[in-house]
């Protein structure tokens, strides 16, 4: 069985591209894939969640599986009970990959917003789900200053919790990174006690699905079955050298 966890730092921070990239790159690889979104908020019936995106980028080959939608914008347990529908619970998360699991090559739980959002009124979270699926979490994060506190905390409490962190992908990747964003790249497999194993380009999402899809392997690692190439993307967009005084 292989199902990853793909969570985040934050929210709008590249983790439903991120999880099209995987899915795009398994499906290139000859892999079945399906993507598990156990609660869409901020989404009306009837319009596009993120499964649809990851669907749109990465190809109609994927399963895309949505077990809860919620209006508001809002974290999954709060949406819930504001809209007076129930909450989604880790087992019934986790019962839910384990069959999907059975039928694919790839399942990826994508969260909503970080690792520790609130699905219900009793404080349940996508870690507790991925505890019961023994599944390895990957971490989305940002690329800019203020992003090595939340790596760190949100990889405090996976170790807290006896989860594997895989690794970290930086989920949006500017065209012109500043001195915040280059000392990141060094920074952020030491936080995280885990590797960096790829950065997505900011507006990937955007890119037409051939594009993307033909892309997308360029920017995840080996581990996640791309050929994004860690130590080269360090020579080149580390730490520049300090200014002589």
Not at 29 to 51: H, I, M
Not at 117 to 142: M, Q, Y
Not at 171 to 194: F, M, Q, T, Y
């Amino acid at each position: 069985m292989t199902v990853w966890v793909v969570t985040g730092t934050g929210t709008e921070i590249g983790k439903t591209v991120t999880t099209a990239a995987l899915a795009a790159v398994a499906v290139r690889a000859g892999r079945s894939v399906a993507v598990l979104k156990p609660a869409q908020t901020g989404v009306a019936p009837g319009e596009p969640g993120d499964v649809d995106e990851v669907v749109r980028l990465a190809g109609e080959q994927v399963t895309g599986v949505e077990l809860a939608r919620y209006p508001e914008p809002l974290a999954p347990g709060t949406a819930a009970a504001r809209a007076g529908l129930p909450p989604v619970r880790p087992a019934e998360i986790a019962e839910e990959a384990v069959k999907l699991a059975a039928s694919h090559d790839l399942v990826l739980i994508e969260g909503a917003g970080g690792l520790l959002v609130h699905f219900d009124g009793e404080g349940s979270t996508l870690a507790d789900a991925a505890r019961l699926v023994g599944a390895p979490v990957l971490v989305v994060a940002r690329a800019g200053l203020g992003t090595l506190n939340s790596v760190q905390l949100t990889a405090e409490a996976l170790r807290s919790r006896g989860l594997m962190q895989a690794g970290v992908v930086i989920g949006s990747w500017p065209g012109e990174p500043g001195l915040a964003e280059r000392c990141n790249v060094a920074d952020l497999p030491i936080v995280a006690g885990a590797p960096l194993l790829g950065a997505v380009p900011a507006g990937a999402g955007r890119l037409g699905a051939p594009g993307f899809r033909a892309a997308a392997g360029r920017w995840v690692g080996p581990e996640l079955g791309g050929v994004w190439d860690a130590a080269a993307f360090a020579r080149r967009w580390g730490p520049p050298a300090r200014a002589e005084s």
